[in-house]
T-cell receptor
Framework: QVQLVQSGAELKKPGASVRVSCETSGYSFTEYFVQWVRQAPGQGLEWIGW????????DFAQRFQGRVNIVADPSTNTAYLELRSLQSDDSAFYFCARGGRVGTYLWLAYFDYWGQGTLITVAS | QSVLTQPPSASGTPGQGVTISCSGGTSNIGGNAVNWYRQFPGTAPKLLIHSNNQWPSGVPDRFSGSKSGTSASLAISGLQSEDEGDYYCATWDDSRNSFVFGTGTTVTVL
């Protein structure tokens, strides 16, 4: 069955960087985009960006441009979210999700399988 | 920050029906398919409806989606206690070039 398993919770200081992993299984990794979404405690869902594991192409929400990267490693079926210059309002659960078949229009995508979430806490 | 507006809460008694609205604009709902997710506290969201009105495998047909113009709706019939949770609409936004989520609706079964 399709599974996405994320790395564990992390505590970071303001200004630091964090990398969250998302190991996938049960499907062909290079056939689907991997999406990242975050959720601050008690708040709604916010899309961060995607990676195409075939081309390694990426795109990000405007508010994260310049301090985020998403990479995909087909040799381990794992995607990584890297977020730099962390501030307290980056404290949130970060989710990866399978979203959109490579080769189809991304605006038709829906996120059908999700990782369990990784809590990132930014505090001094 | 959310560009899709949902009512904060909705409720009903067991067996009743509940409808959740999702209001957007021409750059998002008006031109793109809407998906719905449900989230229980402390867990990841789960896909409930995709492409406006399609069921993923395993989702009961008590849940149904629809779209008209720049608004979408999720209807839950035969409400059950396990339907309690947070529901989010989502779609692509052409002007932001990004996926956007609704503000979320908490469903309570009375």
């Amino acid at each position: 069955q399709v599974q996405l398993v994320q790395s564990g919770a992390e505590l970071k200081k303001p200004g630091a960087s964090v990398r969250v992993s998302c190991e996938t299984s049960g499907y062909s990794f290079t056939e689907y985009f991997v999406q990242w979404v975050r959720q601050a405690p008690g708040q709604g869902l916010e899309w961060i960006g995607w990676v195409n594991p075939t081309t390694h192409g990426t795109d990000f929400a405007q508010r994260f441009q310049g301090r985020v990267n998403i990479v995909a490693d087909p040799s381990t079926n794992t995607a990584y979210l890297e977020l730099r210059s962390l501030q307290s309002d980056d404290s949130a659960f970060y989710f990866c999700a399978r979203g959109g078949r490579v080769g189809t229009y991304l605006w038709l995508a829906y996120f059908d399988y999700w990782g369990q979430g990784t809590l990132i806490t930014v505090a001094s | 920050q959310s560009v899709l507006t949902q009512p904060p809460s909705a409720s009903g008694t067991p067996g009743q029906g509940v409808t959740i609205s999702c209001s957007g604009g021409t750059s998002n709902i008006g031109g793109n398919a809407v998906n719905w997710y449900r989230q229980f506290p402390g867990t990841a969201p789960k896909l409930l409806i995709h492409s406006n009105n399609q069921w993923p495998s395993g989702v009961p047909d008590r849940f149904s989606g629809s779209k008209s113009g720049t608004s979408a709706s999720l209807a839950i019939s035969g409400l059950q206690s396990e339907d309690e949770g947070d529901y989010y609409c989502a779609t692509w936004d052409d002007s932001r070039n990004s996926f956007v989520f609704g503000t979320g609706t908490t469903v309570t079964v009375l």
